[in-house]
């Protein structure tokens, strides 16, 4: 997995919208365009940045392709980000303790 690529993905709204309407349940490329002001095309290309950074995963079933997320890809970026946090909290705990010592100096 790629965090570029995931945030990348997630850093356009359309996307996330996908990501959004995709949590109820798989769905058709159709049904996903269907609410969106933008073509089938344009939602064939978001769902491909989608699919590159491992955020959903397509399969096509007689004519129609389906999009379902891919809970490992979102649970990769969420563990990067909680594990982002952790380092900085502890870096602004010890930069804390250090202001205090320069004070009481």
């Known amino acids: 997995m790629n965090l570029e690529?995931?945030?990348?993905?997630?850093?356009?709204?359309?996307?996330?919208?996908?990501?959004?309407?995709?949590?109820?349940?798989?769905?058709?490329?159709?049904?996903?365009?269907?609410?969106?002001?933008?073509?089938?095309?344009?939602?064939?290309?978001h769902v491909h940045v989608l699919e590159k950074a491992e955020l959903v995963k397509t399969s096509k079933i007689g004519r129609s392709r389906y999009v379902r997320l891919r809970i490992d890809g979102l649970r990769y970026a969420a563990d990067w980000m909680q594990n982002a946090e952790a380092r900085w909290n502890a870096a602004l705990d010890r930069l804390e303790e250090v202001l205090e010592e320069e004070k009481q100096k």
Do not use: H, V, W, Y
Request: proline residues 7%; positive net charge.
């Open 5 to 45: 690529s995931t945030f990348t993905a997630l850093a356009d709204p359309n996307r996330r919208a996908l990501l959004k309407r995709l949590e109820t349940g798989e769905q058709t490329l159709s049904d996903l365009a269907s609410p969106l002001p933008i073509s089938l095309m344009a939602i064939q290309k």
